[in-house]
Structure formats: C-alpha cells, structure tokens
C-alpha cells in the first residue's frame, strides 16, 4: 500500500485491532490488521496517524543503530535493557571477569583484546540464567514439554523453534533486552511448538497467552540495534 508516497507493509491477521509499526534501520512502516478491514479504512487510519509516523520513522533513521563495537572504557552497552557504561580494567594479577558496578560493566582482564570475548561469555551466562525459568512457566502454561534450547549469535532473528526436534535457538542479543521482551521471544518460540509456521492459529494462540505481544515485539525492535 502507498499513502503520501510511502511504501507501507500490510499484513492481514486474526487480530481485532489495528496496529502500526516503525522500525529500524530504515524506518519501515508495517501495518497488522484484521481481515475484515479494508484498504480504504487503512488508508484513513494510516493519515489519522500521519504525524507520529513521520516522527517515529526519522527517529528510526537517525538514532537506530549502535556504532561498531570497540570495547573500549566509556562505551555504551545494554544489560536486560538498562545502559551502562563499559569500563575496562587491566589486571595482571587479577582474575578475569565481568561485573557490575553502579552504572558500569567492569571488564577486568590481562589484555585490552580479551575484553570482547569475556564481555560476551558474561552475556552468554547471563542468558543461560534468565532463559530456563521463563522457558519453564511458558511450557507449562501451553501444555507443552520444555525443549532443548540453545543460545547463538544470529544475525537475523530473536529465535528460531524446530518443532519435530523439540529444539530452540535464542539469540544472544537478548541479553542486551528488557525481560519482558525476552519472555515475549520464549512465548513465541514455544508457541512455535504447537504451531509451526505463521499461521492464524499461531496468532489466535499467541493473543491468547500475551495479548500484548505487538507492544513488545515493537520494544524490542527499537534502538539499540547491533551491527553484525
């Protein structure tokens, strides 16, 4: 659909509101509708809200992207959606490790080099603790046994659900995410389970157990965004 010479997605669900997305790194506009709503009253709906997509969208182009990573002291870095500040610290006679302080994530290491890969095993560890509980309470509330789950680098997806291996995969950026929108990635991928592709039912379900998921799925799609 175009309106006002903007290319706009419309993705027709079995949802009972409209609702409209801008994301990163281009400023994508996406709209979910019910099937019942046609072109016309989209187009209404869309113009109605005219101005704060405009808004959001140079929001979405300007301030979308995190720079590449240095690992540096004073560098930006998010924890379960909280910002803090990098803080790299050699120490010979120390211990490696990652911690927080205040408003820091304090690296100590040997070499300035090794920040990189203990700052992402700390992430990684983090995530092995923050996963297996919500994995829990979503497989229980779905009727479902817990599955066998990874965490990975992707460059593409929050997660991704192999329903006949009972396997999942998370992405290791969740770590970086408020809670609540890694719950939003569980809920989805365990959906999965019951559901494998896209289907209506696999929306019917998913408005059912987390009627608020498109709020989320927005949240977690805003800055920051890493650069693979």
Known sequence: MVVN?????????MIKH??????????????????????????????SK?????EKQEEATQHNIQPKREYVSGEAHYYKGQLFRLRVDICQ??????????????VKCKRR??????????YRIRLKEIIPPLLSRWCKRIGTEIPFYEILQMNKRWGSCNPKA???VFNLELAKKPIECIEYIVAHE??????????????????TYL??????????????????
Request: proline share 5%; no cysteine; hydrophobic share 40%.
């Open 5 to 13: 010479g903007i290319n706009i997605e419309v993705e027709r669900k």
């Open 18 to 47: 409209i609702h409209l997305s801008v994301y990163p790194p281009d400023g994508r506009i996406h709209i979910s509708a019910p099937a019942s709503v046609g072109d016309d009253q989209l187009r209404l709906f869309v113009l």
């Open 50 to 54: 005219w101005v704060w997509l405009m």
């Open 93 to 106: 006679n120390e211990q490696q490790r990652v911690l927080i302080e205040g408003d820091y994530l304090v």
């Open 113 to 122: 080099e090794n920040a990189e890969t203990l700052l992402t095993e700390w």
């Open 166 to 168: 009972k396997h999942i």
């Open 190 to 207: 365990v959906i999965h389970l019951l559901e494998r592709t896209h289907t209506d039912r696999f929306f019917r379900l998913l408005d």
């Open 211 to 228: 009627p608020k998921w498109e709020k989320l799925k927005d949240e977690l799609n805003e800055y920051p965004v890493s650069i693979e």
